[in-house]
């Protein structure tokens, strides 16, 4: 069973940084996009930045300069290093990947749990 586990979140003043890893673990064959996702209260689910396995990354214009995504594909593993965070960036964080498991025939979307971040002004 493939499984996407975060870590990192929590409770930061503004202007401070935090940083997200989320690993991906079970019976993967391949994995296509890796990305982050928040929700606020509210709000709807919104992409935040995502790192294609081969391509260039993308992220929300409200998080360029600021966030960065990295993705380390020997261990299924993707980072957002976070700086300069605001109280508008406050929401539930949420990894994504898009990966084919062992066994299937296509790829599927996989999320985490999502992670807290709150950021006070």
């Known amino acids: 069973q493939v499984q996407l586990r975060e870590s990192g979140g929590g409770l930061v003043q503004a202007g401070g940084s935090l940083r997200l890893s989320c690993a991906a673990s079970g019976a993967i064959f391949s994995i296509n996009a890796m990305g982050w996702y928040r929700q606020a209260p509210g709000k709807q689910r919104e992409l935040v930045a995502v790192?294609?396995?081969?391509?260039?990354?993308n992220y929300a214009d409200s998080v360029k300069g600021r966030f960065t995504i990295s993705r380390d594909n020997a261990k299924n593993t993707v980072s957002l290093q976070m700086n300069s965070l605001k109280p508008e960036d406050t929401a539930v964080y949420y990894c994504n990947a898009v990966l084919k498991p062992l066994g299937l025939s296509r790829s599927y979307d996989y999320w985490g749990q999502g992670t807290q971040v709150t950021v006070s002004s």
């Open positions: 790192i294609p396995s081969g391509g260039t990354t």
